[in-house]
């Protein structure tokens, strides 16, 4: 009987957790709560820290190992919106890490969001950073090309990636902030399209995309 | 005209390269080709290093945070199967690192491989790692349950979870590998069930999953 009443009771408990689970008010997906989820329950970032903060593209590297730099912590939500990031930057802010680097706003333009409020969107997560981390060098990466002959229908995003970056890299230089041109190093020149050689899917990058990646970031990380 | 020539020979190689999407011919998605070909690319594992292995589970942590070690490098890929795994297996053990930790199957499960096909794949694995890397301690971590309330149609799987835990624990004890029965850690006891305190989809852990996780794994780990 007792060991009934506890199956009860333990059962009851786990309902109520399930009932709770975070982010189905704010829009992101499951992948999403798990990630914020586990953050929170990493060691605090501290000043010594490096962040490398955004979406899939982030998130998909080993940036510690690939710069060799322990202190570099991936910050990375694959399919993160820029929309979304704003409610996730105390714990970040927080820690007053060392550098930060911010490369968001795909998927919002993606979701079919304009390429101004999509550039609303980072310019706000820009603001939030500056004024919740004073301290931090803040590095602001453009918004890679796509490819639409791997990536079809990704064609209507090429011109708005465009605008985006525009818009990006002027509130940038206006807050005093680097803004990093990785679309030219990216982009085939002469187009809009994603250099094939980075890319399998014509979005994310391969191994020989994020060498390229690091190259041209070294001396901004190290 | 030298332009187009250029710019007619450089689409020539981007073609040519897109053709060689890797992966395609071996069942595995866009996204193993992707990790597969970052890890090619960062510095190699060395004999200080502790690597783990595995799917999604293994893939969503920042391990080397998780337990404050820098030496540990997440070898997990979203999706992988132990039928998959054996053919990036090499440069893991050109590396020989000091510790790995396995966890797979559940995927192979999920695409309604046999319990005991999938339990001979990742005993394939084992045996892969203990001939190429004889120095490495390996630990088998057990497949986690799964929460079908949750998750729906996931059912199936929870009599499967048990045998094939049964038949690696036999295989790993008779190798000398030291299995880690977290199954019994996050199951509600008495049931197949994984603890909904543990995850928000049935199938990965949230924050406090791997906070449990780390819990239990930190004496082996350290």
Not at 33 to 43: A, T
Not at 68 to 95: F, P, Q, T, V
Request: hydrophobic share 40%; charged share 25%.
């Amino acid at each position: 009987m007792k060991k009934i009443l506890t199956t009860l009771l333990f059962s009851v408990i786990c309902i109520a957790s399930f009932a709770q689970i975070p982010g189905n008010d704010f829009g992101y997906d499951e992948y999403n709560s798990r990630r914020r989820d586990l953050f929170k329950k990493l060691p605090p970032i501290t000043r010594q820290d490096i962040v490398f903060l955004g979406n899939s593209i982030t998130d998909g590297c080993e940036w510690n190992e690939l710069f060799g730099n322990s202190h570099i912590k991936n910050r990375g939500i694959s399919g993160d919106h820029a929309e979304w990031m704003i409610d996730r930057l105390e714990g970040i802010c927080k820690g007053q890490p060392k550098k930060l680097f911010l490369m968001i706003g795909i998927n919002d333009l993606g979701a079919h969001v304009s390429a101004d409020s999509t550039a609303m969107f980072v310019i706000r997560v820009l603001d939030s950073l500056q004024s919740g981390t004073p301290r931090t060098k803040i590095y602001l990466q453009s918004i890679l090309p796509n490819n639409d002959s791997i990536r079809r229908k990704s064609a209507f995003l090429m011109p708005e990636i465009i605008e985006v970056n525009k818009q990006i890299k002027k509130a940038a230089e206006e807050r005093g902030i680097t803004y990093i041109d990785l679309y030219s190093v990216m982009v085939i020149p002469g187009t809009m399209e994603l250099n094939p050689l980075y890319t399998y899917d014509g979005l994310h990058m391969n191994g020989t995309g994020y060498d390229v990646w690091r190259d041209a970031m070294m001396k901004y990380v190290k």
